[in-house]
T-cell receptor, first 116, second 112 residues
Framework: DTGVSQNPRHKITKRGQNVTFRCDPISEHNRLYWYRQTLGQGPEFLTYFQNEAQLEKSRLLSDRFSAERPKGSFSTLEIQRTEQGDSAMYLC??????????????FGPGTRLTVT | GENVEQHPSTLSVQEGDSAVIKCTYS??????FPWYKQELGKRPQLIIDIRSNVGEKKDQRIAVTLNKTAKHFSLHITETQPEDSAVYFC???????????FGKGTKLSVIP
C-alpha cells in the first residue's frame, strides 16, 4: 500500500496521560497535514508541514498539542495531559507542493483516540 | 478565515436518480475546491476537485460546478448507485493558506 499510513489505528488512554501518533505520508509528498474529526463533523485543520518546517498551526490548537516532522518524512503528533474533549479521530493527509501550487490532499485511515 | 456552508445535511434518493449537494464559501480568494467521500469508519477519499479557472469538471457520473461570483460550488452525482451511499464533504482553502476548511457533510443514502 503506497498511500498515507497512520499508527496506531486506535488508542484508548486515561485522562491526564500523554499519547503520540505517527503518520507516514506518500513518499514523494513534501506537505503533511494533521486534522481532527469528531462524530458528525468534517475534518478540522490542526497544523501542517512543508518538509520539516511547520508552517501553520490552527488558533484552536492547544499548547498541549505538539507536532514534529524531523526529517521531512514521517510526522508525530503528541497530546500531553489528555482530556476527554480530545477524544476524536486524528487524520493525517499529504500532498505535493511544487511551483508555488499545492495539489490534492490524500488522507490516511486515521487514529481514533478515546480518553476515559 | 474561510467559512464553508454545506447543504443539505442529509439526502435520500432512489437508485438511478441524481443527487446534488451545494456548498458556499466566504473567502473570494479561494481557488481550489475538493470534494471528499467518507464511508463509515473509512478515510475521506478525494473524488473530484475543481480550480477557480474553470466552471465545471466531470468524471464519469460525478461533476462539480463552480460559480465564483456567487461563491458557491456543487457536486452532482448522476445515475446513483447504492455504493454511492456515504457522507460527502466539500472543502475550500483560505487566502494564502493551504489548509482546508470543510463543510459539515452531507449524508447521502441511495435507496435500491
Amino acid at each position: 500500500d503506497t498511500g498515507v499510513s497512520q499508527n496506531p489505528r486506535h488508542k484508548i488512554t486515561k485522562r491526564g496521560q500523554n499519547v503520540t501518533f505517527r503518520c507516514d505520508p506518500i513518499s514523494e509528498h513534501n506537505r503533511l497535514y494533521w486534522y481532527r474529526q469528531t462524530l458528525g463533523q468534517g475534518p478540522e485543520f490542526l497544523t501542517y508541514f512543508q518538509n520539516e518546517a511547520q508552517l501553520e498551526k490552527s488558533r484552536l490548537l492547544s499548547d498541549r498539542f505538539s507536532a514534529e516532522r524531523p526529517k521531512g518524512s514521517f510526522s508525530t503528533l503528541e497530546i500531553q495531559r489528555t482530556e476527554q474533549g480530545d477524544s476524536a479521530m486524528y487524520l493525517c493527509a499529504s500532498s505535493i507542493y511544487r511551483d508555488r501550487a499545492s495539489y490534492e490532499q490524500y488522507f490516511g485511515p486515521g487514529t481514533r483516540l478515546t480518553v476515559t | 478565515g474561510e467559512n464553508v456552508e454545506q447543504h443539505p445535511s442529509t439526502l435520500s434518493v432512489q437508485e438511478g436518480d441524481s443527487a446534488v449537494i451545494k456548498c458556499t464559501y466566504s473567502d473570494s480568494a479561494s481557488n481550489y475546491f475538493p470534494w471528499y467521500k467518507q464511508e463509515l469508519g473509512k478515510r475521506p477519499q478525494l473524488i473530484i476537485d475543481i480550480r477557480s479557472n474553470v466552471g465545471e469538471k466531470k468524471d464519469q457520473r460525478i461533476a462539480v460546478t463552480l460559480n465564483k461570483t456567487a461563491k458557491h460550488f456543487s457536486l452532482h452525482i448522476t445515475e446513483t448507485q447504492p455504493e454511492d451511499s456515504a457522507v460527502y464533504f466539500c472543502a475550500a482553502p483560505g487566502a494564502g493558506s493551504y489548509q482546508l476548511t470543510f463543510g459539515k457533510g452531507t449524508k447521502l443514502s441511495v435507496i435500491p
